[in-house]
């Protein structure tokens, strides 16, 4: 829990700076595009994760029967 709130309040400090730096190379259209894609990465991430723990989890149950 301690990791998610840390995450938080470091994305609430860093996600102004981030948007100021890609504003200045590129639009808000830009910008909309880069969180789209981030967006897809961070949902294949989880999507993996979950696949992986659920693995993790058979692979544990089969060791101890």
């Not at 948007?19 to 894609?37: V, Y």
């Not at 990465?41 to 992986?52: I, K, Y």
Request: glycine fraction near 6%; avoid cysteine; aromatic fraction near 10%.
């Amino acid at each position: 829990m301690a990791i998610v709130q840390s995450m938080v309040v470091i994305s609430l400090a860093v996600a102004p700076v981030v948007g100021a730096l890609l504003l200045k190379f590129t639009s808000w259209r830009g910008i909309f595009f880069a969180q789209a894609i981030l967006g897809v990465v961070v949902v294949a991430g989880s999507m993996l994760l979950w696949l992986l723990f659920l693995h993790l989890h058979i692979f544990i149950r089969m060791a101890l029967d």
